[in-house]
Every structure is written in C-alpha cells, then in structure tokens.
Antibody
Framework: EVQLVESGGGVVQPGGSLRLSCAASGFSFDSYEMNWVRQAPGKGLEWISYITSSTALIYYADSVKGRFTISRDNAKNSLFLQMNGLRAEDTGVYYC???????????????WGQGTLVTVSS | QSVLTQPPSASGTPGQRVTISCSGRSSNIGRHTVNWYQRVPGTAPRLLIYKNNQRPSGVPDRFSGSRSGTSASLAISGLQSEDEGDYYCAAWDDSLHWVFGGGTKLTVL
C-alpha cells in the first residue's frame, strides 16, 4: 500500500524556519517525481514545489521561491521541504504528493499524504 | 486568485446530474491534460479524473471528465450524499508550475 506520511509541522513565529519531512513507503520512491501542495485555512489547493526523481529538475511557485527548498533522500525514501522566512500567509496544511509521470504536460498526482499543519503566528 | 477558474459552489439533489466547469489558458488547459481531485472534509485530496477523462480504479463511473479548448468540466451523475466535498481541477502550465482551480464546494441538498 502506498503511504506518504508528513511530519515537522508546528507553530512558528514570522521570519522563522521549519523543515517538513515526508516518509514514503509501499512503492519505489526513487522512481517518482514528488511535489508539495498546501492548503491555507478556508482556501483552495496551492502547488508549492516539484522535484524529479534524480533531483535534476526543481521548480517552485513564485510565492515561495527563494524562501523554500525542496530536497529528497532516495536512500531513506524521504522528501523534505525547508521553509525559511516564514510569513503568516504560509499558514496551512502541507501535503506530500506523488506524481505519476506519463509525458510532458500529461502527468497527474496519484497519491497524497494526510498533511501536516504549519501555523505562522506571533 | 487561482490561475484556473471554477465556480465557488455547486449543488444538486440525490440522483441529479451536476457539472463543474474549469477555465484556463492556452499555456495550461489549452496544451495539457486536466486532472480533477476530490477533497472530502477531514480527508486528504484524492485523484478523481486524470488525463481529461480517465478514471482511476475505484472511482465510480458516475464521475466523468471532458476538455475542450481552454476549458474542462467534471460531471457527476446520480448524485449521492457522499459526493459532498470540494472539487479541484489542475493542469500543468508552461511556466513550469502546476496550477489549480480555486475549488468548487459541492452540496447535496
């Protein structure tokens, strides 16, 4: 069974940092592209970042570029999101998401974790 | 402001057919396939439709999707109470981002 389990969320002051982790199991983690998607309270889903299986390609949403860093450790079946310079608008549930690769522009998200809550507040 | 545009709400009575629209641009829906996700309160989002009109195993055939030009739609026939939740469309954008719609809250009356 495919499992994605996020951890590392919590309450942090504006300007602070957090590191989210996602433990993957039940599939060949090193064969999949991965993403982080978040949902602010009362808002919709927002894609945050993408990383290829080999880490050769990494993309970020404009809202987090320069502040967040995505990374992975294929040997430990883990995905990470280092979040620096946190702002109140970064508050939300952060999901670790597996991407099914079919071809350029024809992929989809086929597995989601349960999410971890990040609250940025003084 | 989401890149893809969805109506904020939709509703129907049990057994009815409901459609949810999703409007984008040539850089996303116009060139790439559309996926739909369902989020029932208290649970993680789940894949409902991929590649415009494909259903993953386990998704009832009451759910169907289509795409035309820079728009897409999700149709739910034989509406059931368990269909209540939020529905999101998504597509890859040539700006090297995934983009989502703002979500449509479906209420079964």
């Amino acid at each position: 069974e495919v499992q994605l389990v996020e951890s590392g969320g919590g309450v942090v002051q504006p300007g602070g940092s957090l590191r989210l982790s996602c433990a993957a199991s039940g599939f060949s983690f090193d064969s999949y592209e991965m993403n982080w998607v978040r949902q602010a309270p009362g808002k919709g889903l927002e894609w945050i970042s993408y990383i290829t299986s080999s880490t050769a390609l990494i993309y970020y949403a404009d809202s987090v570029k320069g502040r967040f860093t995505i990374s992975r450790d294929n040997a430990k079946n883990s995905l990470f999101l280092q979040m620096n310079g946190l702002r109140a608008e970064d508050t939300g549930v952060y999901y670790c998401v597996r991407e099914h690769s079919y071809s350029y522009g024809e992929n989809w998200f086929d597995a989601w974790g349960q999410g971890t809550l990040v609250t940025v507040s003084s | 402001q989401s890149v893809l545009t969805q109506p904020p709400s939709a509703s129907g009575t049990p057994g009815q057919r409901v459609t949810i629209s999703c409007s984008g641009r040539s850089s996303n829906i116009g060139r790439h396939t559309v996926n739909w996700y369902q989020r029932v309160p208290g649970t993680a989002p789940r894949l409902l439709i991929y590649k415009n009109n494909q259903r993953p195993s386990g998704v009832p055939d009451r759910f169907s999707g289509s795409r035309s030009g820079t728009s897409a739609s999700l149709a739910i026939s034989g509406l059931q109470s368990e269909d209540e939740g939020d529905y999101y469309c998504a597509a890859w954008d040539d700006s090297l981002h995934w983009v989502f719609g703002g979500g449509t809250k479906l209420t079964v009356l």
